[in-house]
């Protein structure tokens, strides 16, 4: 192991130790980045540094009882495993994430593959519809969410959270569907089962968004398996309410 990074560029060798760092930050690696602004699709450097170096990252994370995993149809790199940190999800950032998988899929279906922005905004407006938000955000539920979504790749924000506004676009990456998948879901349903009809995969949208809406109110005591292996904490206390972001 010491004798492949010897055998390497010092750059490279310093971009492949970036990269694991990154994976055990965030868990996965996009093959591309989006400007939310611009719209505009950049390759991923670091992506290419985890192609380049498949095996030996794999090696090494296999040491800390990791495994690298590379998921072609979504173009990640994504790391699973015991040595995973395992991050804790209030109830209220979960809904949030169930309402950025809701928008995003409405966006896929109804505008196009270029067209998964959203905005705090519709994200609330989501959240009325829906009775996934029905008190007003503080701040601090805002920012705790929006930095886990965008540390673990669901989003990608045009600049410092604090600084959002209503209309500020935020980009939806489709990993959003990995860590809130409808089996993930389902899963919850069918353990709820004397209460709510399981649905099928061609179920129309109102009927998906309320099941998905049944699901996440019986969250507390549930167990989620994703990439990142988060656990809701549904144990969050109320905070004081305060203007929101």
Same mark, same amino acid.
């Given at each position: 192991?010491?004798?492949?990074m010897?055998?390497? @560029?010092?750059n490279?060798?310093?971009?492949? $130790?970036?990269?694991?760092?990154?994976l055990?930050?965030?868990?996965?690696?996009? &093959?591309?980045?989006?400007?939310?602004? =611009?719209?505009?699709? $950049?390759?991923?450097? #670091?992506?290419?540094?985890?192609?380049?170096?498949?095996? +030996?990252?794999?090696?090494?994370l %296999? *040491?800390?009882?990791?495994?690298?995993?590379?998921?072609?149809q979504?173009?990640? +790199?994504r790391?699973?495993?015991?040595?995973?940190?395992?991050?804790?999800?209030?109830?209220?950032?979960?809904?949030?994430?169930v309402?950025?998988?809701?928008?995003?899929?409405? #966006?896929?279906?109804?505008?196009g593959?270029?067209?998964?922005?959203?905005?705090?905004?519709?994200?609330r407006?989501y959240?009325k519809? =829906?009775?996934?938000?029905? #008190?007003k955000?503080?701040?601090?539920?805002?920012?705790?969410?929006l930095?886990?979504?965008? =540390?673990?790749?669901? !989003?990608?924000?045009?600049?410092a959270?604090?600084?959002l506004?209503?209309?500020?676009p935020?980009? !939806?990456?489709?990993?959003?569907?990995? +860590?809130c998948?409808?089996?993930?879901i389902?899963?919850l *349903?069918?353990?709820y089962?004397?209460?709510?009809?399981?649905i099928?995969?061609?179920m @129309?949208?109102?009927s998906?968004?309320?099941v998905?809406?049944?699901?996440?109110?019986?969250?507390?005591?549930?167990? !989620? &398996?994703n990439i990142?292996?988060?656990?809701?904490?549904t &144990? @969050?206390?109320?905070e004081?309410? %305060?203007?929101?972001?």
């Amino acid at each position: 192991m010491f004798e492949y990074m010897e055998n390497v @560029s010092q750059n490279e060798a310093e971009n492949i $130790r970036k990269t694991i760092q990154d994976l055990f930050r965030q868990t996965c690696i996009l &093959q591309t980045k989006c400007d939310p602004v =611009t719209l505009v699709q $950049r390759d991923n450097p #670091k992506y290419q540094v985890c192609l380049r170096n498949r095996e +030996f990252i794999a090696d090494y994370l %296999s *040491v800390l009882d990791c495994e690298l995993v590379h998921d072609p149809q979504e173009h990640i +790199f994504r790391i699973t495993g015991d040595g995973v940190m395992i991050e804790r999800m209030t109830l209220m950032t979960a809904r949030l994430v169930v309402i950025l998988k809701m928008i995003y899929r409405d #966006k896929i279906m109804g505008e196009g593959l270029r067209a998964t922005t959203t905005n705090l905004a519709e994200i609330r407006e989501y959240g009325k519809n =829906t009775n996934l938000i029905t #008190k007003k955000l503080t701040a601090q539920e805002w920012t705790d969410a929006l930095m886990l979504m965008k =540390t673990h790749q669901m !989003i990608e924000l045009p600049g410092a959270i604090a600084n959002l506004e209503d209309n500020t676009p935020i980009y !939806i990456y489709s990993t959003v569907n990995i +860590f809130c998948s409808a089996m993930d879901i389902n899963e919850l *349903v069918r353990k709820y089962s004397d209460e709510v009809e399981i649905i099928r995969n061609d179920m @129309s949208r109102d009927s998906d968004k309320a099941v998905e809406n049944v699901a996440l109110q019986e969250m507390n005591g549930a167990d !989620i &398996q994703n990439i990142n292996e988060l656990e809701t904490d549904t &144990q @969050s206390t109320e905070e004081t309410p %305060s203007e929101p972001v």
